[in-house]
Each structure stands twice: as structure tokens, then as C-alpha cells.
């Protein structure tokens, strides 16, 4: 194995840098201003990646609102079938997957958050009931559910 030093090493980062984004700003010209810029643009991502799955990052972005929330979670959320609570809110806005339990958690959490009151219900329909419902989904214009294996 061959060890690199501190400096091959930021200077290979802040290549693949300019590289990965195009970027035409000139290479800096000393150790302690890569690493400042390295930093930066490490803390820059962080916040980046941050939005995707921190929940209240998320609630501002949607300005708190039930309807943006709802289409948020209804489209932006996949269907992926698997037994039980297996993600967590967290774990599903990270992955941006979840089966129904997963989504119906984080969709709860995500509305109360935003002061608006949501819980989960569970019950048992009769045969009519599921007819009616089957005659609603059916006439819904619902998205294609996306299922990965």
C-alpha cells in the first residue's frame, strides 16, 4: 500500500473538485488555503445532503404547509414492500423509500411538526367498505407506485 501525504492528498481532493464541478476559480496557492477551501466546500455539501432527509430542513422548505407536505411525502416518498416498521421517519426521508407503515409514520410526524394534528389509525373493513374503497382508488388519479427489489 502506498501512503500519500496530507498535501498529495488535498491537492488530489481539490482536482477531482474542479473537475467534478466545472469549476474555472484558480488553485490555491499554499497548504492553509486548500485546506480552508476544502473545509468549505466539505461544509457546503454537508448542508447540502442535510436538506434531503433532515425533517425540519424538509417542513421549511414545504413553508409548513399540509398540502405540500402530503404531495411530498405521497411522491417523493416510493413504495417498497417489506414486513413492519423497518426505517423510521428518519430512515425513510434518507432513503427516500418505505413501505406503508414507514410512510404513514413519517408522513404523521412530519404534520404534527407542522402543528397540524395527524394520527395513525388501524382497523378492519367489511367487504362492502372494501368495495367502496377499491371504487374511490379506482377512480383516483393517483401516481404510479415505484417498487424496487
Not at 433532515?54 to 414492500?81: C, G, P, R, T, W
Request: net charge negative; no cysteine; glycine share 4%.
Amino acid at each position: 500500500m502506498k501512503i500519500i501525504s496530507i498535501k498529495q492528498t488535498l491537492s488530489i481532493v481539490m482536482s477531482l473538485m474542479l473537475l467534478s464541478q466545472s469549476v474555472t476559480a484558480s488553485v490555491p496557492q499554499n497548504k492553509e488555503d486548500a485546506q480552508a477551501e476544502f473545509i468549505s466546500y466539505l461544509e457546503n455539501q454537508q448542508e447540502v445532503y442535510k436538506k434531503h432527509f433532515d425533517k425540519e430542513m424538509l417542513l421549511e422548505e414545504l413553508d409548513y404547509d399540509v398540502d405540500k407536505i402530503i404531495n411530498f411525502v405521497s411522491h417523493k416518498i416510493v413504495y417498497q414492500a417489506y414486513d413492519g416498521v423497518l426505517r423510521g421517519v428518519e430512515g425513510t426521508l434518507i432513503g427516500r423509500a418505505g413501505n406503508a407503515h414507514d410512510q404513514a409514520i413519517t408522513l404523521a410526524s412530519m404534520l404534527n411538526d407542522a402543528d397540524i394534528e395527524a394520527q395513525i389509525l388501524v382497523g378492519e373493513l367489511n367487504n362492502a367498505q372494501i368495495e367502496e374503497l377499491n371504487m374511490q382508488i379506482a377512480s383516483a388519479n393517483l401516481p404510479k407506485i415505484r417498487t424496487y427489489r
